[in-house]
């Protein structure tokens, strides 16, 4: 199959290869996952972890095995008759002296083929940049690092050319400086190689390419000799920043080059390329241009053409400059390449699916022509779903008493966006502007906006966004990005001043309302375009970054909500909704990926489905921190604030969010006389807290980091987890595990058996068939123990009889494996079958969810417990005693009285007249998929 029935994501690295890798798959063929879904496998950066910083999209990585460990993974996955769906990397490319496109243009500047490749504004705002890139990776201001000696001129003899070195950072000196280089040797070996380097100079004093050719191999040659390698010497050495001579002509060599070296902090303000987020080594490709396209996409063309891969994930497809057309390119492109493909593979189409942030009520683009997103909505809409509305006032009180935080998640993100635009943004928000500005003084009743009153309310028309971005392009903005724009202005005129109200609509029609197409000047055309682009590539990163990298650490009412791709604004969905969504996915995108993990995500599934126990005990849960900050005040210190005074560390909030941490990521089975264990868990714990202090922008950060204040949290985290007789939290934290860790588990399995068989391709984030309590980036990128896993799917029992073992994660696997097995054997009835919600009645129908997956004559039954925290009481597994139900029933419509089996116990349960009762139902398990007896 080209389209996948289920997927399992592996992170492939150096030490995570394709050989490596290929070990795994009869595993994970055993389990029932039918396509491999790997990272990126294009050469990245030396040493990359994650593969999304890619060098060279012309090869495959080295590091992984290259090729040939390709062809060999791809052969044992062919074997196991599974695919491979590959996440490409279309936005940006990772830049540096392992970038032979980046380097070139580095070397040539705007001669360079390469140089309209890379979004770069050559004719920026800052005229010392006029033709020049800025290459903001110094340590330090320049002319610190350039007295310091820190930048020298060195010579590679194999390449036959000349760099500017600053520590692992080179930066090609263009041609048409070699021969005044040469010429201060002062030898006359090398006067033929300088007169090669000055023929054949243009009108602007540049050197071609084909006469810099001719005197580098020159230049090789003499520096093959020995008195031609002293010669060369003596030349670097005129160069050298130790004596004021030469410190001044390095300083006038790099000033003629076509990059300006600077300090790495300038890149927020001054860079003139497009960067990936604020990523200052993510260097924007204009993809959108078919010559870049066809470049970066040949390998991978010619991967789907030999049947290496079956389709793609598209990596931060906001990013680009158009997202439909690019989707839709893409599929041309692949679907024009489907009859090359090898005739043993099926015919159907490739599999397309996007990285993609949806809104609450925001909904993927049908004309995209895709196969829909890698998950993020199901993984909000499911996790949604297992919170308790009835929390939401309890929690919110506490962290606003406790605190003394009283904005709401919205303000909080309002707040960063002003600051990310001030500062980490401030570039991009810049180039955004003045492009505004550019589209204002084509037109004589828009000319007297000043830059100045146009940034101001540019500003608020970005701070109150609320998508990610829209998709307007020559034709202008569809209905769907009006309503989006609309909701904008709406919320912008609240903070706009009045004078300057009607400005906020004349951007907004620059922004699409009026139809670039629709000018007779292309000049003016290309100007409002350029507005529209520049536009709609800032918001995606300005929204990822207020949100998920510096919102998400500021508001902690409940972390659980918290996650990529949710609103936390949004507590909880009831189960109608989830409904809705699961409908709306069937009719739309039916192939849409399932995740509750992945790289990407802020914490575990079953972090997250423990922290969410939280809101169905608000008030015990209330009571216990309270306590539990009572006890531990004697641990906090004091350190030095901003504004003068002491404070005392972790502050309120911090120490609110290290609680609910500590709570949902405790492993299963630790016990607090385990010193070991526990200094590992602190150790994991440490390196969320240090990353999350310093992504809330707040006390601390990335740029700066608050070492007195990080400090003292880390000295404030290993002393609460100390062992010892004086620690009464420690046993404390450990009771409420144990309370909570059950229910967290109950979700859990209720959260897998709806990903399993809900309508879409359900995906299976490596490692997380156990129990998965990682935390955030890298620690959910640690090794997975195969081993183990291979042991417990080999030796598991045919039905699950009980759930004592339920620590160990294998009853997790197991039902995975189980759900999975059962898609393989009615592949059209979770493909193409009917999505129908079930009523149910009875004292605890709100603790159940129930639907019904049909397809001609074939039926599945899914019913599952829903908040069932309440019901558990002080059940030792994560099971609702059958008791708890009372006559709570399931109705089934126009079903026939038949008995039915459940799918992971093997019990046989009878539908009386229409009706069935959940408490033989959920007897064992919290989820019940039934089939026909």
Partial sequence: MS??????????????????????????????????????????????????????????????????????????????????????????????????????????????????????????????????????????????????????????????????????????????????????????????????????????????????????????????????????????????????????????????????????????????????????DLAG???????????????IFRLYTEGLIDGVRIDHVDGLADPGAYCRKLRRRLQALTAQRPPE?????????????LANDEQLRQNWEIDGTSGYDFMDRVGALLHDPAGEAALSALWADLTGHEKDFHAEVREARRQLLANNLAGEFEAAA?????????????????????????????????????YADSNGRDDLDQEVIDRALEQARQSVDRTEDPLLDVIARWLGGDAPRDSANPRVRNLHQRAITRFQQLTPPLAAKSVEDTAFYRYGRLLSRNEVGSDPAQFAIDVQEFHEANAVRAARFPQSMLATATHDHKRGEDVRTRIAVLSELPN?????????????????????????????????????????????????????????????????????????????????????????YEAACKQFLYAVLGPGPNNTFLPQLAAWVQRVAPAGAAKSLVQTVLRMTSPGIPDLYQGTDYWDLSLVDPDNRRPVDYAARQQSLSTADDDIANI??????????????????????????????????????GPRSRHAIGFLRRWQDRTAIVIAAHLPASLMGDASGPAVPAVAWQDTIALLPQMANATWMDLYTGKTVRVVNGRIQLADVLAILPAAVLLAA
């Avoid at 593979?345 to 942030?357: F, H, Q, T």
């Avoid at 500005?437 to 540019?458: M, N, P, Q, Y």
């Fill in 620 to 708: 015990e849960w209330a009571q216990a921190v309270r306590g539990w900050m009572r006890i531990n005040a004697p641990l906090r210190i004091e350190v030095a604030s901003d504004v003068g005074s002491d404070t005392s560390a972790p502050h309120a909030a911090d120490e609110l969010m290290l609680y609910q941490m500590l709570a949902g990521a405790w492993p299963i089975g630790l016990d607090i006389a385990d010193k070991e264990g526990i200094e590992q868990f602190a150790e994991r714990i440490e390196r969320w807290q240090t990353k999350a202090l310093r992504e809330a922008k707040q006390v601390s950060d990335w740029v700066m980091p608050n070492e007195e």
């Fill in 434 to 470: 003045r492009a505004l500005h550019a589209v204002a003084r084509t037109d004589l009743r828009t000319r007297d906006f000043s830059l100045g009153a146009i940034r101001r309310v540019f500003v608020e028309l970005l701070v109150h966004f609320p998508v990610y971005r829209t």
């Fill in 3 to 280: 389209i996948p029935r289920a997927t399992a994501r592996l992170q492939l690295h150096k030490d995570f290869n394709f050989d490596q890798a290929l070990e795994v798959v009869p595993y994970y063929a055993s389990l029932g996952i039918s396509h491999i879904y790997a990272s990126p496998i294009l050469t990245a950066r030396s040493g990359s972890t994650h593969g999304y910083d890619i060098v060279d999209p012309t090869r495959i990585n080295a590091e992984l095995g290259g090729e040939e460990g390709l062809r060999r993974f791809v052969a044992c996955i062919r074997a196991a008759g599974m695919g491979l769906i590959l996440d490409i990397v279309p936005n940006h490319m990772g830049v540096g002296p392992e970038n032979p496109w980046w380097q070139h243009v580095l070397e040539w500047g705007q001669g360079s083929p390469y140089a309209r490749w890379f979004d770069i504004d050559w004719q920026p705002a800052d005229e010392t940049l006029h033709g020049k890139v800025m290459a903001p990776f110094l340590g330090q201001p320049y002319g610190d690092v350039l007295a310091a000696g820190e930048i020298t001129l060195q010579y590679d003899d194999t390449r036959g050319k000349f760099y500017a070195v600053y520590y692992t950072h080179r930066f090609p000196v263009s041609p048409s400086s070699y021969a005044e280089i040469l010429r201060a040797a002062q030898a006359e070996l090398l006067n033929p190689v300088i007169a090669s380097f000055e023929e054949g100079r243009d009108e602007n004093g540049s050197i071609t390419q084909q006469n810099a050719d001719m005197g580098l191999g020159q230049l090789r040659g003499a520096g093959h000799t020995p008195e031609g390698a002293a010669a060369i010497e003596a030349a670097i050495a005129a160069y050298s920043a130790a004596t004021p001579q030469g410190l001044n002509a390095l300083h006038a060599l790099l000033e003629r080059q076509h990059y300006r070296l600077a300090w790495w902090r300038c890149a927020a303000d001054g860079i003139n390329w497009r960067r990936f987020f604020e990523v200052t």
């Fill in 804 to 841: 004592e073992d339920w620590q160990s994660g294998h009853l997790k696997q197991q039902i995975v494996r189980r759900s999975l097995h059962l898609r393989a054997r009615e592949q059209d009835l979770f493909a193409r079958g009917d999505y129908v919600p079930l009523a149910l009645e």
């Fill in 345 to 357: 593979l099926p015919p159907a189409p490739a599999y397309i699916i996007v990285e993609k942030i």
């Fill in 285 to 299: 490709v204009r993809v959108e241009q078919d010559d870049v396209f066809e470049a970066t996409h040949a390998l």
